[in-house]
């Protein structure tokens, strides 16, 4: 679905930043900052735990563009928890400072196009599952008003280049802050 030009779904959910517990997290925090949010299949999963990493390693990439990074798994606070207390080498995510969304209802992913699984709603609005409910790799950047301006989805088992999402952001910036185009093949 495209959702590029649009206003980014509006959500409360329950979130991990810097091994604390959020349960009121929103997007609409974030209004005067760009957003960079991505979705991840799951906690502990070798894939997942480096594009964690690495988006931890470029954080300060991010700040200096008025950037904030978003990551959401329909993981429970808790496994987030343990995920951000267990080191790199044993397949965590210790470091990592930035909000993790604690999807379990799947809402989020769902609004975002992000679910992979068999599933439907019932007559009274409910999720019902037949399989197993994960993200797909999705990545969103929302501008400072909260609309999407950059959208992808990958699959589950290839993770994300950060120079072509720092590209993208950077192309976005640029475009918004100086009303510059960015031609093929332009870096920022």
Known sequence: MNMIGKPAP????????????????????????YVVLFFYPEDFSSVCGSELHAFQSRLSEFSSREAVVVGCSTDSATTHQQFLKTPAAE?????????????????????????????????????????????QRGLFILDKTGTIWFQSYHFKPIGRDLDGIIRELDAIRRLQIDGQICMAGWKG
Request: charged content about 25%; hydrophobic content about 30%.
């Open 10 to 33: 509006e959500f409360t959910a329950t979130a991990v930043a810097d091994g604390k517990v959020m349960r009121d997290f929103s997007l609409s925090t974030y209004r005067d900052q």
């Open 91 to 135: 397949g965590g995510a210790q470091g990592v400072t930035y909000p993790l969304i604690a999807d379990m209802n799947r809402n989020v992913s769902d609004r975002f196009g992000t679910l992979d699984g068999q599933y439907d709603y019932d007559e009274y609005g409910r999720l019902t599952a037949t399989s197993d409910l994960l993200c």
